[in-house]
């Protein structure tokens, strides 16, 4: 096939490794990114890969989870991650980069790059041809139109109200109940509270240190999707008649009913993660933990994901994309990045390697790769295609995303140690199965050398 040009649409994280992927393997590259001719609330520069919240890529551990989806991404090749190396800062175990260095280098390595075009320009209709759309959570107005237009009404959110997720085996199970109102389930897990608990929960509550972002992250408030803490503010018993409501709902222990229950509902097929339901805060991470933690059988709770309410365009995936992350209509049409519905910068990165990848494959006549699910790059993009669609929410990396091992290890480190193993062993292996060149026989030249 002829090696047309190809159109990466946003100068971010996925983005940038978008075009690399792409240029890489012989195609030719219009990346086209629209600061400084129009900037958004939150850009600062017309630098390439401009990171305008914290300055950190999180754990370098493979034990943990941003630490193994890191190992992935050096296996294929990251432009972030290869720019994070030449200009990190000290910042114990984990990857922290001086942020305007780090920009610079993402900026030379893309703009110095001979099979790409960077173009400044905004762009207010989505490619006619092949494209990868990576435009993040602050896509313009114009775009995010089409985008709507293109997915249908319910294909864009423009804000997040994420509740937070606990991993199933930090839960006190000798407190925690499973259990639907009046029977009509178990598909429930229950935290039973008495009135002294509950009493203590809302003063808590009413006490903790609310995040309360910049300007542009302003959000209106819908009655239905209130913050916790703005429940609680409203009355005492506000949340007991509301997401703490314990009618239908006996306490095995005593045989009685609570005086208020936070219910927990799940969130993958595995059973390992589960959501607090109603939960939506704005709450600083520390004090959700702190607060969220004097909750009954939460008091060792491990958070797989904190609670938000912020600013945050992104796709419907499950309603409206193809596994890879295609219009079904247009499987070389492809999204990537945080538009995607992933949280955090290594993970838009990561999509923008596997977007770049795949849009290769379908213009070279090939399926769409698609790591299993016991990877993390994997296990992030079946989150995002089989989770529900009517209530679908971002997604970070975290164990509870990828399959569970088949042995019990009680021991946490020793079964994040496992996890991360058994993760980068699949990886390497379905990299070579689907014929996906490593990063060592890629023409792709790294911002640190």
């Known amino acids: 096939m002829s090696r047309g040009t190809v159109t990466v649409v946003g100068g971010g994280l996925a983005g940038c490794e978008a075009a690399l992927q792409l240029a890489a393997r012989g195609r030719p590259v219009r990346l086209i990114e629209m600061r400084p001719v129009r900037s958004t609330p939150a850009h600062k520069t017309d630098r390439l890969g401009e990171l305008v919240c914290t300055n950190s890529f999180k754990s370098e551990d493979p034990a943990n989870a941003h630490g193994q989806l890191k190992r992935e991404m050096r296996a294929l090749g990251s432009l972030l991650l290869e720019s994070a190396d030449a200009t990190k800062v000290a910042a114990g175990s984990a990857l922290a980069v001086d942020r305007g260095l780090f920009a610079d280098a993402i900026t030379a390595a893309v703009d110095g790059h001979p099979g790409i075009e960077l173009v400044r320009e905004e762009i207010t209709e989505l490619p006619s041809g092949p494209a990868i759309v990576a435009t993040g959570p602050l896509t ?11 997915l249908g009404d319910d294909g ?9 997720v606990l991993h199933r085996d930090s839960l006190d199970e000798s407190i925690v109940f499973e259990a639907g109102r009046f029977d009509e389930s178990s598909d429930y897990l229950n935290c039973p509270m008495s009135k002294p608990e509950y009493d203590a929960f809302i003063a808590a509550l009413k006490a903790a240190d609310v995040y309360e972002g910049h300007d542009w992250e302003a959000v209106p408030y819908f009655e239905g999707c209130l913050p916790i803490e703005v429940m609680a503010a409203r009355g005492e018993e506000t949340l007991r008649f509301g997401p703490m409501k314990p009618i ?57 994901r904190w609670g938000s309410i912020h600013r945050n365009s992104y796709l419907n995936f499950p309603a409206r994309l193809s596994p890879h992350g295609g219009l079904r209509e247009r499987p070389d049409l492809i999204f990537a990045g ?26 070279s006549g090939l399926a769409p790769a698609i790591p299993p699910a016991t990877t993390m790059t994997g296990a992030l993009l079946r989150y995002l295609r089989d989770s529900s669609p009517q209530d679908f929410q971002p997604m970070n990396s975290n164990w509870g995303v990828v399959d569970p091992l088949s042995e019990v290890i009680r021991d946490k480190q020793k079964k994040r140690e496992q996890l991360a193993e058994r993760a980068q062993r699949d990886f390497l292996a379905w990299m070579e199965a689907e014929g996906i060149a490593p990063r060592s026989a890629l023409a792709f030249p790294g911002a640190g050398q």
């Open 248 to 304: 239908g709902l006996t306490d095995p222990r005593s045989g009685r009913r609570p005086w208020a229950v936070v219910q927990l509902r799940r969130e993958d097929r595995a059973g390992q993660m589960w959501n607090m339901v109603g939960f939506q805060t704005r709450l600083r991470t520390g004090e959700q933990g702190r607060v969220f933690r004097t909750i009954p059988g939460l008091a060792q709770a491990e958070f797989l």
């Open 338 to 363: 945080q538009l995607t519905g992933v949280e955090g910068y290594t993970e838009s990165a990561s999509s923008g390697i596997l977007a770049g990848i795949n849009l290769d494959r379908v213009l």
């Open 156 to 164: 864009l959110a423009f804000f997040d109200a994420i509740a937070p």
């Open 140 to 150: 313009s107005d114009a775009l995010s139109a089409a985008i709507s237009a293109a």
